[in-house]
T-cell receptor, first 111, second 116 residues
Framework: GQQLNQSPQSMFIQEGEDVSMNCTSSSIFNTWLWYKQDPGEGPVLLIA?????ELTSNGRLTAQFGITRKDSFLNISASIPSDVGIYFC???????????FGTGTRLQVTL | GAGVSQSPRYKVAKRGQDVALRCDPI?????LFWYQQALGQGPEFLTY????????KSGLPSDRFFAERPEGSVSTLKIQRTQQEDSAVYLCASTPGRLAGGETQYFGPGTRLLVL
């Protein structure tokens, strides 16, 4: 099935650094979501975006809904060890209830 | 507990065996979803229920896969004659309302299926 393209695939950063990742699609979505998945757990919602151009923050996390509706970006500021995990973007169309997930970005933080 | 629960957490099956995976959604949640997550990939949609009605099963990969939610709460995903390519984590999610648009989908921890 379709999966959204995420980059980078993985990244190693030092504690305290800022992180940027993005997600692109060939299709338009009406809602963009960012999830974090820890090992052995299901994805947990971090941020939801509902309007093209929207910029939303949740603590140290900031995400943007691209104006073309085909991309989204997630930034994490001042990373800490508990930020380690896999980050997934997901898109939702207006007519379907199912989420289309990205391929994931694995984040590892070194002290 | 208050979250989505799934059982078993781990399942090892011999090729050709049938398996049944259970999902207990959050109490009162109307919508329930099943996803398949292959190693190193994002979850992929399998099927969607609104109460007991299966409204979308477009993601089920073959007729060996069958899902039900007979009383609109607990759901079971059944895989017949398992194949090695069925090895994956099977995730269940639920939402309070009828449409998932904009609503948080609450995910369970998943069942990790390994077919030998």
């Amino acid at each position: 099935g379709q999966q959204l393209n995420q980059s980078p695939q993985s990244m190693f950063i030092q504690e305290g650094e800022d992180v940027s990742m993005n997600c692109t699609s060939s299709s338009i979505f009406n809602t963009w979501l960012w999830y974090k998945q820890d090992p052995g757990e299901g994805p947990v919602l971090l941020i939801a975006l509902y309007k093209a151009g929207e910029l939303t923050s949740n603590g140290r996390l900031t995400a943007q809904f691209g104006i073309t509706r085909k991309d989204s970006f997630l930034n994490i500021s001042a990373s800490i060890p508990s930020d380690v995990g896999i980050y997934f973007c997901a898109g939702l169309t207006g007519t379907a209830s199912k989420l289309t997930f990205g391929t994931g970005t694995r984040l590892q933080v070194t002290l | 507990g208050a979250g989505v629960s799934q059982s078993p957490r781990y399942k090892v099956a011999k090729r050709g065996q049938d398996v049944a995976l259970r999902c207990d959604p959050i109490s009162g949640h109307v919508s329930l979803f099943w996803y398949q997550q292959a190693l190193g990939q994002g979850p992929e949609f399998l099927t969607y229920f609104q109460n007991e009605a299966q409204l979308d099963k477009s993601g089920l990969p073959s007729d060996r896969f069958f899902a039900e939610r007979p009383e609109g709460s607990v759901s079971t995903l059944k895989i017949q004659r398992t194949q090695q390519e069925d090895s994956a984590v099977y995730l269940c999610a639920s939402t309070p309302g009828r449409l998932a648009g904009g609503e948080t989908q609450y995910f369970g921890p998943g069942t990790r299926l390994l077919v030998l």
